[in-house]
């Protein structure tokens, strides 16, 4: 294998498994840190910087960084990250001074943002301190979008929705409440520079079956219309029996939101068995926690009305093969219910562009949005969140929208928006002295945290009571201490080697090898320990000055325990800090690198 | 020195050996000798051989004496038995303990000067006896403890870290062995593992004492230029002499073509030693010859490794001494101890 090249930021980049995984690429190890010093403003700051709502995301985040943190290689759990970010913004103090400056003088460019929720916010928040003028319409006469409409109050209290939306608007912008977009071509006649479109996705799918639109349809809700009626207080009661049908994340917010309403008992009814349901495990967890029976292999077939009453609901019992592909119908049953809530998925819908405007779309009626400039084909006309490429999450399209200001703001300054400015790193050693480290180098048994929960007895008292409690000091304090510091890198200076074979024998994971050089696979075959993740890098070394052999570390199993660079006695092992640079609209004097590259690093999150 | 204790990492990728073990278990304590003492890598070969055998770590017993080398214990199967006496004494204790129970495994770690110099003379005896035993010597060719003056085994010529060199003859344990009646002889070098292991593995298989001298460069005050002993000088000057592979009784023998001209000779328990690569007019069991070809390569100015010497038809401790077959503490008390009445009788022999 050629030596390495730990210079390109992307290198170490993916050793950070977590910040990798992360669409906005938050700097996880640093703000964990940052925590663990007590520096919760530093920490809630560095997390604004790429996600910009650490409170809403610290509570609903779909977290794909915990799957990919290297803990759970280690001891089965991942940190609990998205917990984390919840301490950093619940402990944070005033932070307003701290927020980008907005200069009073504007720089002439004006931009329309259609929708106020989270890529919307995030293209006016990285616009804003450039001096462009945003004007955000919005539907309803409240900011965030789907964050406000689909998220309970019990996951995500008004008041935080509140705050972390405000900063924003307090940055200038002119929102504009109750105004939904009818016409794009009405909006590009009033010569804005820029227009971005973040309306989410907000038609829920259909279920048409019997008695879909018979007299009992009035209990027959769609889930995202419904918890939206919820959020702004039009339903506040349900029958005492319901049905959800599906079982992703909508799904959990329907029926624990029925539970509150009125709602006892309450089923899932899921078509395939639960290995393959889309909701988070932990939603899942809590809904079952809170009494919501989830049943499995029932296909719906027909609503049963009788007397022009909705009275229940008959499902096909299945049983799948292996992989559940196939389906064998075994008995058909009627469960009895009150109301039905459809949570089966939501898409995009556009009635309000005209078609002739010169704008291209694609399959399922979506217009075509490029992945990496989020322009559509009609220039300075942008997409992002899932009105872009259909239903996601916050984080997502928290990412698209600090693309999406690049794009706005490149096509305002009159550069082409496919040169995209380059990912950037830093990296310094984290050496104090003799073993002694910039940086908490033990590792640390503890297991992952417990989140506490509010008594059962008094969470159904409103909807607006938050079931997560947040982790306490102690909790806060111990987790921190499970983050395996993942940015403070290995780094490795084969001159000064002497082949000792110090590093290898310390090492507690024998994640190194010195050995003759090979190609890949086949030097995976040799390492220490064996290989168990090829989509993990082989960190190589040139050649060694005594035998020209390489030394090769698997970044599969590394833990930075930082005990090769402390036995090694030549300093040739260093524990460096690496930071990645990524560019936002509101930064200067940046590097340009051509599209391709960049298309790649917007990928290496999926 | 290290300041933290390595870790216990629960990976769930870390294999197990034939008794459930991982090589975690197989370790000790964190070593607190320079970081990149040569001691160290030495101490993880040994980690690795007996986390290969499969060797229960309580019938392990681990002794030492003075010096750098005589801390290695320490470092390696922390639930073995241990013993660390005085210096120079490693040899008599391991000698008494074997007598007492000839059940364990005995592993010694030695060094140039506790085993060349202040111990020489029970080194001499040990060999002598063909206690059962591995004895291994780390030799660095420097008093590392007392900050580098010249060992019994630094070579003529070689210079300590201010330049002085060293004009008197050096004392080479393979040598010194073949000349002993030593039935297990071998020489290798702490940075080259994959010959030190299977080496390992095969001193615990023989019957009887196991010399292996590691040259182990003492990266504080041995491992400059005009250092015969440095990692650099051991990369350029070491001719492997003789391949070996170490085939545990268990394992099927599988004899590819072009190893049919490879020797092999049997343990005294079933296990198989294979040479690989001799080189032609060497003979592992021809002392006469090995002394010859050591010393042909040693004015060559070459360090000759591998497993250089064995004759496994020789009587070891226990059968030279007409001892009993078991530890002494299984031999019931009454056989111990059979009492007045016999005591008596015995005596009447006498007269």
Redesign the interface.
Known sequence: MEPTNDRDPNYFHKVVDCQWACPAHTDVPGYIRLIAQGRFDDAYMLNRESNVFPGVLGRTCDRPCEPACRRTRVDGSPVAICRLKRVAADLKGDISDRLPEIPEKKNSKRVACIGAGPSALTVANDLMPLGYEVVMFEQFDKPGGLMRSNIPEFRLPAKVLDEETQVILDMGVDIRYNSPITSLKALLDERFDAIFVGVGAPRAKGLELPGRHDEGETNIHSGIDWLESVAFGHVDTIGERVLIIGVGNTAMDCCRSSRRLGGKAIKVMARRPREYFKASPWELEDAEEEGVEIIVNHAPKRFVIENGRLVGMEFDVLEWDEGAVHSTVLDTVIVPCDDVILAIGQENAFPWIERDLGMEFGEWDMPVVDDVTFQSTLPGVFFGGDAAFGPKNIIWAVAHGHQAALSIHAHCSGEPVEVRPALGMEISSTKMGMNEWSYHNDYNPSPRQKMTHIELSKRFESLELEVELGFSAEQAAREVQRCLNCDVQTTFKAPLCIECDACIDICPVQCLTITENGDEAELRERLSASSVNPKQSLYVSAGLPQTGRVMVKDENVCVHCGLCAERCPTAAWDMEEFELQIPYAADSGILRIPVRRARAIIEMGS | ????V??????????KNEIGLT??DYEGA??TL?????H??V??AITHAFWELSTPPHTIAKLSGIGCSSKTPTYFVRGAHGFNSAHGRMATIATGANAANRELTYIGISGDGDSLSIGLGHLAHAIRRNVNMIYVIENNGVYGLTKGQFSASADIGSRLKKGEPNAMAPIDPVLLGLSMGATFLARSF??D?AQLVPILKAAAAHNGLALIDVIS?C?TFN?HEGSTKS??FM?EHEVKEIETDFIPIRKEIHKSLDENDATEITMHDGSVVRFRSVPSGYDPYDRQKVEEYIRERRNRGEIATGLLYVDESALDVHELNNTPEYALNTVPYQKLCPGSAELAKMMTSFC
């Open positions: 020195m290290t300041s933290i390595k870790p216990i990492i629960p990976l769930a990728s870390l294999p090589i975690r964190v070593s320079c970081a990149g003492c040569g160290d890598s101490t993880a702490s940075g593992k460069p990266v491992d990692y650099r990369r």
